[in-house]
């Protein structure tokens, strides 16, 4: 079996690092990072992924990652989930098609750790 793979889409360093620790452990999977929508979109348009993590605010160039969500309702589009502690950006995530998305003080959290094992297995 090939290891899942997740893209993530606009973290910082430490937060890219932790989430790919996180996802590492928990299901094997490679988190491959990007800055910006840009790059996102140019990347999933000739590699395959089995999730995308989207951060609210970019943390290179300060772009919307609900604008990029809201523009990947292509079909056959991966899943993908904000990452955000706002209540409100995550209702509007959800509205544009993400699945709950998480803040990153909940990446210990094993409710978390079971919707990322329905995603991606084990």
């Not at 990029?68 to 209540?87: H, R, T, Y």
């Not at 509007?92 to 094993?110: E, M, N, R, S, V």
């Amino acid at each position: 079996m090939s290891s899942r793979r997740v893209l993530s889409v606009g973290q910082c360093d430490f937060d890219h690092g932790a989430i790919s620790a996180r996802l590492r452990a928990l299901c094997g999977a490679t988190v491959v990072p990007v800055d910006t929508a840009a790059e996102a979109m140019h990347i999933l348009s000739s590699e395959q992924f089995d999730l995308v993590l989207v951060n609210r605010i970019f943390d290179a160039d300060g772009g919307s990652g609900l604008e990029l969500i809201q523009g990947m309702k292509a079909p056959g589009s991966p899943p993908c989930m904000l990452v955000s502690n706002f209540p409100e950006a995550q209702a509007q995530a959800q509205a544009f098609g993400a699945l709950p998305g998480f803040g990153k003080a909940a990446l210990a959290d094993p409710a978390l750790a079971d919707r990322f094992a329905m995603i991606l297995g084990r």
